[in-house]
């Protein structure tokens, strides 16, 4: 199993970026997908989820409205798009798989509930 992100950098406050996550080595389709991200010195927090279809997502209150979840069954591939960051958004942003149930119904936000993880992409918020 493969999690590779890319599409981090450094933007200003308000600025866009588009996190891109391609998956391999498993039936992509049939798990939840979701994102992290870690700051420096903080734990781990769960930022957005996606269902194995796609018709459900789920995002932590201080991003709502900001950042959008989407994933590409055919293409192996889930995106974060995130809108209006801030210098709060900064972080190493972690795309994982939760692969223990397939179409599971529901999704998950914390992290002991996902098994596989990339290696992250560094977004830095900064004027």
């Known amino acids: 199993v493969q999690l590779v992100e890319s599409g981090g950098g450094l933007v200003q406050p308000g600025g866009s970026l588009r996190l891109s996550c391609a998956a391999s080595?498993?039936?992509?389709?049939?798990?939840?997908m979701g994102w992290f991200r870690q700051a420096l010195g903080k734990e781990r927090e769960f930022v957005a989820a996606?269902?194995?279809?796609?018709?459900?997502?789920y995002y932590a209150d201080s991003v709502k409205g900001r950042f959008t979840i989407s994933r590409d069954n055919a293409k192996n591939t889930v995106i974060l798009e995130m809108n209006g960051l801030k210098p709060e958004d900064t972080a190493v942003y972690y795309c994982?798989?939760?692969?223990?149930?397939?179409?599971?119904?529901?999704?998950?936000?914390?992290?002991?509930?996902?098994?596989?993880w990339g290696q992250g992409t560094q977004v830095t918020v900064s004027s």
């Open positions: 994982a798989a939760d692969s223990r149930v397939a179409f599971r119904p529901n999704i998950a936000t914390i992290d002991e509930e996902y098994d596989y």
């Open positions: 080595g498993f039936h992509f389709s049939a798990y939840v």
């Open positions: 996606i269902s194995w279809g796609g018709g459900n997502t």
